[in-house]
T-cell receptor, first 114, second 115 residues
Framework: AQSVTQPDIHITVSEGASLELRCNYSYGATPYLFWYVQSPGQGLQLLLKYFSGDTLVQGIKGFEAEFKRSQSSFNLRKPSVHWSDAAEYFCASAGGTSYGKLTFGQGTILTVHP | EAGVTQFPSHSVIEKGQTVTLRCDPISGHDNLYWYRRVMGKEIKFLLHFVKESKQDESGMPNNRFLAERTGGTYSTLKVQPAELEDSGVYFC?????????????FGSGTRLTVV
């Protein structure tokens, strides 16, 4: 069975600082990988996705993520955080027999200090 | 285009009562998914419709949950009778096809509180 782990429940950064949110997946083959963000009162918004090819993927809002097969990781990064990035972030995977069905991590709440 | 719409946005009911959640997908999206996040836990898959048919309902917790999608348009998720552990946020998502590169569009969710 697939699983996704986000080790950090809550992260606090200062505005303008760099950000890295961790995500580890467990799956025999290469999964499809996603990062979603949920702002208060909003639905889940897709930031970026990885299916194959270039292991560094660019997303919306200045985010990027890097797929590292050797570490089973798909960490999300942003070079300079804005106060509006404060939200909850979810890593998710899909693939194999779970076709079309996403497996989510526990989520990471990001707080941004001015 | 209009997004995925869910209502109500919040619902507070007593244990033993019935609640029906509704999801209106994006027009033309054949695939509709229900997910749930119980407090402090990860978001978990409940079921997947393709048009009006249940493609995968492996995540439905028990027979107190009934999902329908009449005519392949909107979907309802009924909980009857509701229990305390049913509290959480219920998300709906839709996509044009089950191919993941089309991407999901999620609704804002319904926060259900059972007291």
């Amino acid at each position: 069975a697939q699983s996704v782990t986000q080790p950090d429940i809550h992260i606090t950064v200062s505005e303008g600082a760099s950000l890295e949110l961790r995500c580890n997946y467990s799956y025999g083959a290469t999964p499809y990988l996603f990062w979603y963000v949920q702002s208060p009162g909003q639905g889940l918004q897709l930031l970026l996705k990885y299916f194959s090819g270039d292991t560094l993927v660019q997303g919306i809002k200045g985010f990027e993520a890097e797929f590292k097969r050797s570490q089973s990781s798909f960490n999300l990064r942003k070079p300079s955080v804005h106060w509006s990035d404060a939200a909850e972030y979810f890593c998710a995977s899909a693939g194999g027999t779970s076709y079309g069905k996403l497996t989510f991590g526990q989520g990471t709440i990001l707080t941004v200090h001015p | 285009e209009a997004g995925v719409t869910q209502f109500p946005s919040h619902s507070v009911i007593e244990k033993g009562q019935t609640v029906t959640l509704r999801c209106d997908p994006i027009s033309g999206h054949d695939n509709l998914y229900w997910y749930r996040r119980v407090m402090g836990k990860e978001i978990k898959f409940l079921l997947h419709f393709v048009k009006e048919s249940k493609q995968d309902e492996s995540g439905m917790p028990n027979n107190r949950f009934l999902a329908e999608r009449t005519g392949g348009t909107y979907s309802t998720l009924k909980v009857q009778p509701a229990e305390l552990e049913d509290s959480g946020v219920y998300f709906c998502a839709s996509s044009q096809a089950a191919y993941l590169n089309y991407g999901y569009t999620f609704g804002s969710g319904t926060r259900l509180t059972v007291v």
